[in-house]
């Protein structure tokens, strides 16, 4: 499990997307290898490197990631609690524009992105409506939003609704451009 400090900055939330998305997609081994430069996994042992005592055996006991964005902090392990630092300028994209965005996105899909990201949840319907493309093209598009993680889709009841994730957040920057100002970029 990996547990958010309270107040989490944008790159401890992708860290922990990253993190869930790797032990998903890979199990165990992709959630624990690539953590930090200091910690390496050999199935079942955990080491990390320059603490005492740092040859961890899991053997089936629970371990809590707890990444942070603290500057200069130091990798951790007390009572079953990894804390380890993130790189927050490799994590978290820096100085998107709505223009790089759309460059990298396409118009309509940037613009799909941005409308999300303005509500606390979209449907397919709306994103058709608003950005006046059909209902199957707002589907493809928020399949191929969701495939790369910048979106997640709940069914509520008849309908599935679109959130943006951290990640989506964070690629559309601080500046949350709507909608209306991407397509026009």
């Known amino acids: 499990m990996v547990k958010a400090e309270s107040g989490q900055s944008e790159s401890v939330a992708v860290e922990r997307e990253a993190r869930a998305r790797a032990f998903l997609d890979g199990g165990i081994e992709a959630l624990l290898t690539g953590l930090h430069p200091m910690i390496h996994w050999t199935c079942p042992v955990l080491e990390i490197l320059g603490l005492p005592h740092a040859t961890v055996q899991l053997s089936g006991r629970g371990l809590l990631l707890q990444p942070t964005a603290r500057p200069g902090a130091a990798v951790t392990f007390r009572g079953g609690v990894l804390t380890y630092p993130v790189d927050c300028d490799a994590l978290v994209p820096r100085g998107a524009t709505p223009t790089t965005v759309v460059r990298l996105m396409g118009r309509t899909r940037a613009a799909a992105l941005g409308f999300i990201a303005s509500g606390d949840s979209r449907t397919s319907g709306e994103i058709a409506r608003h950005l006046e493309i059909s209902p199957?093209?707002?589907?493809?598009?928020?399949?191929?939003?969701?495939?790369?993680?910048?979106?997640?889709?709940?069914?509520?009841?008849?309908?599935?609704?679109?959130?943006?994730?951290?990640?989506?957040?964070?690629?559309?920057?601080?500046?949350?451009?709507?909608?209306?100002?991407?397509?026009?970029?």
Do not use: K, Y
Request: net charge positive; glycine share 8%; aromatic share 0%.
């Open 136 to 185: 199957s093209s707002a589907s493809e598009h928020a399949s191929l939003l969701r495939g790369a993680g910048l979106i997640i889709s709940l069914r509520v009841r008849n309908t599935v609704r679109h959130m943006v994730t951290p990640l989506g957040r964070a690629l559309l920057g601080p500046q949350r451009e709507t909608a209306r100002s991407i397509r026009s970029a």
